[in-house]
């Protein structure tokens, strides 16, 4: 089917070449005014300024959708979440106002443990029907391309009910979907005094069903005090790329050990978190290949300091922006919250919130050749505003849903 979509009052995030953004070039976000896109099977097969439509489109097809004032957006790239879950963890979040700490929670057998209790007793089907809903409301909210963990399993079984149900909705979503196994994610109390038999367990029993069944792309660990040391990162992540999965990874969220620089020296796809960032760390990430995943969400929820953006971008990291959607420090999903709390909070430019949340989410992902800006070839996945004054009003006026419609793969979700 084609579709043409004209009268568009800005077409925002237009690229005739896909480029990983960082340092100035995040603040560059290229937009045509009064426009149009045309789309064939789900594909952008053309755009450009009304004034060329007939000449770019002599003959115009029949379906033809009006968008008079309204913006028009590459659909986000979430690049790291963990949305398949089971139950909800309100009453820890009761239990830190009250005064705790992630880590007290954690200490007390609360967290991602807890999570780990629910999910082990849930169905494959529950859990599949849960997160099917979680994705329905995100790919509601422009979310069009998603990164999923498994980690709330730690246990054979869980882990392989995740990364199945993570499948389930891959072949099922017209998202695009991504599948991370974070087996190591904390250690299971069955193995609270014996780490090097939950690695073992992770070696020999996971991966090789992960590998077999091609259960992954990616795999994450917690590299934390308290969780994951570097050297057991560097042990999974050696063992998981023998499998064909590369390094995405949990980083510096609450302390600098030494995880960054040797996530970048496995080649990771990106480092995520890094809300605790010393200049070496920055000025290392600066250096390399690998992408810097903030997920200010979480800071905000756990009321930590937030990640720091702007010398990030100074400094010329790439860097991207996730959602982190999971039950203990981020309970939400929604893109539009993430890129006006950057702006809001980190100091983000509108247009680098923009790009570090559409085409740098997509590098975050390596789906940059299918989406993330409006490009002839790529996944008509778009976000549709209403009538907005300008493209700032988008993170100034947080928390109001200015989307009126998403299309995902030429159809509206
Ligand atoms: O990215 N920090 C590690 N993992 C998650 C939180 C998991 C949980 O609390 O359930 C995160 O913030
Ligand atoms: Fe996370």
């Given at each position: 089917?084609?579709?043409?979509?004209?009268?568009?009052?800005?077409?925002?995030?237009?690229?005739?070449?896909?480029?990983?953004?960082?340092?100035?070039?995040?603040?560059?976000?290229?937009?045509?005014?009064?426009?149009?896109?045309?789309?064939?099977?789900?594909?952008?097969?053309?755009?450009?300024?009304?004034?060329?439509?007939?000449?770019?489109?002599?003959?115009?097809?029949?379906?033809?959708?009006?968008?008079?004032?309204?913006?028009?957006?590459?659909?986000?790239?979430?690049?790291?979440?963990h949305?398949?879950?089971?139950?909800?963890?309100?009453?820890?979040?009761?239990?830190?106002?009250?005064?705790?700490?992630y880590a007290d929670i954690a200490a007390k057998g609360g967290g991602i443990l807890h999570s780990a209790q629910k999910l082990n007793?849930?169905?494959?089907?529950?859990?599949?029907?849960?997160?099917?809903?979680?994705?329905?409301?995100?790919?509601?909210?422009?979310?069009?391309?998603?990164?999923?963990k498994s980690g709330y399993g730690l246990t054979v079984e869980g882990e392989?009910?995740m990364?199945?149900?993570?499948?389930?909705?891959?072949?099922?979503?017209?998202?695009?979907?991504?599948?991370?196994f974070l087996g190591a994610h904390t250690y299971p109390l069955l193995f609270k005094e014996d780490h090097a038999g939950y690695i073992r367990s992770i070696i020999t029993e996971m991966l090789?069903?992960?590998?077999?069944?091609?259960?992954?792309?990616?795999v994450d660990v917690f590299c934390e005090n308290g969780f994951f040391s570097v050297d057991e990162m560097e042990c999974i992540c050696?063992a998981s790329?023998?499998?064909?999965?590369?390094?995405?990874l949990h980083i510096?969220q609450l302390n600098?050990i030494?995880g960054?620089?040797?996530?970048?020296?496995?080649?990771?796809?990106?480092?995520?978190?890094?809300?605790?960032?010393?200049?070496?760390?920055?000025?290392?990430?600066?250096?390399?290949?690998?992408?810097?995943?903030?997920?200010?969400?979480?800071?905000?929820?756990?009321?930590?300091?937030?990640?720091?953006?702007?010398?990030?971008?100074?400094?010329?990291?790439?860097?991207?922006?996730?959602?982190?959607?999971n039950?203990g420090s981020?309970?939400?999903?929604?893109?539009?919250?993430?890129?006006?709390?950057?702006?809001?909070?980190?100091?983000?430019?509108?247009?680098?919130?923009?790009?570090?949340?559409?085409?740098?989410?997509?590098?975050?992902?390596?789906?940059?050749?299918?989406?993330?800006?409006?490009?002839?070839?790529?996944?008509?996945?778009?976000?549709?505003?209403?009538?907005?004054?300008?493209?700032?009003?988008?993170?100034?006026?947080?928390?109001?849903?200015?989307?009126?419609?998403?299309?995902?793969?030429?159809?509206?979700?």
């Amino acid at each position: 089917m084609t579709t043409l979509i004209i009268n568009i009052e800005q077409l925002v995030g237009t690229r005739e070449q896909n480029e990983l953004l960082r340092g100035k070039a995040l603040a560059v976000l290229p937009i045509i005014e009064n426009a149009f896109v045309l789309i064939e099977d789900g594909i952008i097969t053309d755009y450009g300024a009304m004034y060329e439509l007939e000449l770019k489109v002599p003959q115009l097809p029949k379906h033809i959708i009006k968008a008079d004032g309204q913006f028009l957006l590459p659909a986000w790239c979430d690049s790291h979440t963990h949305l398949v879950f089971a139950g909800s963890r309100e009453h820890e979040f009761v239990d830190k106002i009250k005064g705790l700490s992630y880590a007290d929670i954690a200490a007390k057998g609360g967290g991602i443990l807890h999570s780990a209790q629910k999910l082990n007793d849930a169905s494959e089907d529950e859990l599949f029907n849960a997160a099917w809903k979680r994705l329905d409301e995100v790919a509601k909210l422009g979310t069009g391309a998603i990164e999923i963990k498994s980690g709330y399993g730690l246990t054979v079984e869980g882990e392989l009910k995740m990364l199945r149900v993570i499948k389930r909705l891959k072949e099922k979503s017209s998202l695009l979907i991504r599948s991370t196994f974070l087996g190591a994610h904390t250690y299971p109390l069955l193995f609270k005094e014996d780490h090097a038999g939950y690695i073992r367990s992770i070696i020999t029993e996971m991966l090789p069903v992960i590998g077999n069944e091609k259960l992954a792309d990616y795999v994450d660990v917690f590299c934390e005090n308290g969780f994951f040391s570097v050297d057991e990162m560097e042990c999974i992540c050696r063992a998981s790329m023998r499998y064909g999965l590369k390094p995405k990874l949990h980083i510096n969220q609450l302390n600098s050990i030494g995880g960054l620089q040797r996530a970048i020296q496995l080649n990771a796809v990106s480092v995520d978190h890094l809300e605790t960032m010393t200049d070496k760390d920055i000025s290392d990430l600066s250096s390399s290949n690998t992408i810097g995943t903030l997920l200010p969400t979480a800071a905000f929820f756990l009321r930590m300091q937030y990640q720091p953006a702007r010398q990030l971008i100074d400094n010329n990291c790439a860097i991207a922006l996730a959602s982190d959607y999971n039950p203990g420090s981020s309970p939400s999903g929604n893109m539009n919250y993430v890129t006006a709390l950057s702006c809001i909070q980190m100091k983000m430019l509108p247009a680098e919130a923009i790009n570090a949340a559409t085409i740098n989410g997509a590098y975050a992902m390596e789906l940059e050749k299918e989406t993330g800006s409006i490009t002839v070839g790529k996944k008509a996945n778009l976000i549709f505003t209403k009538p907005v004054p300008s493209l700032s009003y988008l993170p100034y006026s947080f928390g109001n849903n200015l989307i009126d419609k998403v299309m995902i793969g030429g159809g509206f979700v």
